[in-house]
């Protein structure tokens, strides 16, 4: 059974930076897709970022384009979300999923292994 703990999570002004960070027990499947959600209240959650294990290919949603950067460190398990240029309108939990899979359409597969989130805000 896969575990995903993200961390990094916190409080930052607007414009400023964050990196999160999700470590994957026993490890990361060798083809997989790993993503980056996020979810505010009263809010559906949004996939942001995602990334094919296999071959590094990634995604992102618009409204993170060229502001959010989904990276991945296979010797240490890990997958990243650094995040620039942050708005109020980020403020959110951040979750990070993976799916075992060879299909490399990231953005549109149905994760089945969840972390328990962690919690970004940004003031203005």
């Known amino acids: 059974q896969v575990q995903l703990v993200e961390s990094g999570g916190g409080s930052v002004q607007a414009g400023g930076s964050l990196r999160l960070s999700c470590a994957a027990s026993p490890y990361i499947y060798d083809t997989a897709c790993m993503a980056w959600f996020r979810q505010s209240p009263g809010k559906e959650r949004e996939g942001v970022a995602f990334?094919?294990?296999?071959?590094?290919?990634?995604a992102y949603a618009d409204s993170v384009q060229d502001r959010f950067t989904i990276s991945q460190d296979r010797a240490k398990n890990t997958l990243y979300l650094q995040m620039n240029g942050l708005k109020p309108e980020d403020s959110a939990m951040y979750y990070c999923a993976m799916r075992a899979t060879s299909y490399r359409r990231c953005s549109a597969m149905q994760y089945n292994f969840w972390g328990q989130g962690t919690q970004v805000t940004v003031s203005s």
């Open positions: 990334i094919y294990i296999g071959d590094g290919t990634t």
